[in-house]
């Protein structure tokens, strides 16, 4: 669903500056030049600044930051992830438009963004502070054809993803809390919340929510999360382009889940401790009937936390609040 005006931002996109002249777009689009003039117009009616440069052409001189499939589409090195995408400004949930998506057919690597989330979750129905334009708040549908007791296991591959993409982009390095958080520095930048539409038949999709703050200060967050909050702008000095975030981002979410699907956990399981802070860690692990103290000794081939208490008993822990 690109349309030809996205498809020619994509082409001033990759001009990377130079100009590009109007015969030669009437050209590559089969189009006339009122029409290529229609289209610039029209983006620079969606934030892109673009000159026009008599007898050179049009050139791109900034694009806006949003997540417009637009300006994102262009920029994505991926075979699947983000071929399809949705985009609202503002909605309640992602995960929600990616369910109904997922349920109506929608194809594999489906993407699901939005500018606001006014219901944002996390797990076990918690809130995700989800603030207009600072941050990604996206959901990707795959269909992967695993049993449902490996959903899990995609969590941990989107957080290897989200680490590389992090820091790829910024230069910060983050570590991954288990089983779902990505911090820096000890503070959250990142939850990932996987979900599972299955039957008698076995997956028939799996959501992959994630939250990601770019460009919050502080002041941005809910009082009640700013204790335990970070963003990368926070973190890096520096405003971080989201568009640049989520092209590493699905990048490397496509990466890793092929490895996934070839290779299996194994080699993203010790991609995925290397990462962790949780590893080697002592930890309080707080399950729904009993809080167990020990150390965080490693996961499972199927992502599960072994963590060995005082009495020296060996515990596994599927789900649980990790605090360190
Ligand atoms: C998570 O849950 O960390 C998963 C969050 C997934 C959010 C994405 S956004 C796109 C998609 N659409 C959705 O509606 N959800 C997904 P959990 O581990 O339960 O952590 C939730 C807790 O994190 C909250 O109770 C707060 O303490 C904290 N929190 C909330 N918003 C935050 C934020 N923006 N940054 C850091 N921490 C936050």
């Known amino acids: 669903n690109i349309t030809v005006t996205h498809k ?21 689009f089969g189009i006339s030049r009122t029409a290529v003039w229609k289209h610039i117009k029209e983006l620079e009616e969606q934030g892109y600044e673009i000159a026009s440069v008599k007898k050179k052409g049009y050139s791109l001189v900034s694009q806006p930051d949003t997540l417009e499939p637009a300006g994102l589409q262009p920029l994505l090195k991926t075979r699947m992830i983000g071929r399809t995408m949705v985009y609202q400004q503002s909605c309640a949930s992602t995960q929600i438009i990616a369910h109904q998506l997922a349920q109506e057919g929608t194809p594999a690597g489906t993407v699901a963004l939005a500018e606001e989330q006014t219901a944002g979750r996390g797990r076990m129905a918690r809130v995700w502070d989800s603030a207009y334009g600072k941050g990604i708040w996206m ?20 957080a290897v993803a989200m680490v590389r993409a992090i820091e790829e982009v910024t230069g910060v390095k983050p570590e991954i809390k288990w089983p779902n958080d990505i911090l820096i520095r000890g503070k959250k930048c990142t939850g990932i919340l996987t979900e599972l539409q299955s039957d008698a038949d076995g997956i028939q999709a ?3 929510g994630i939250g990601l703050n770019v460009n919050q200060e502080l002041s941005d967050f809910d009082v009640q999360v700013q204790p335990i909050a970070t963003s990368l702008k926070m973190e890096s000095g520096k405003h971080v382009s989201r568009q640049e975030m989520v092209r590493a981002i699905l990048f490397y979410l496509e990466q890793y889940t092929d490895l996934y699907i070839e290779e299996g956990f194994g080699i993203l399981k010790v991609l995925w401790e290397s990462y962790s802070s949780t590893i080697g860690s002592k930890v309080r692990a707080r399950l729904p009937k009993e809080t167990l ?13 072994q963590l060995r208490t005082a009495d020296g008993k060996l515990h596994s822990i599927y789900s649980a609040d990790i605090e360190m």
Not at 139 to 158: G, W
């Open 293 to 305: 103290e020990g150390i965080a000794e490693g996961i499972t081939e199927d992502g599960v936390l």
């Open 8 to 28: 020619l931002a994509g082409r001033l996109i990759e001009a990377k500056g130079t100009a590009v002249s109007g015969q030669q777009l009437a050209d590559e």
């Open 139 to 158: 959901s990707i549908v795959l269909r992967p054809d695993v049993v449902p007791q490996k959903a899990p296991q995609f969590t941990l591959v989107a």
């Open 206 to 208: 799996l959501i992959i």
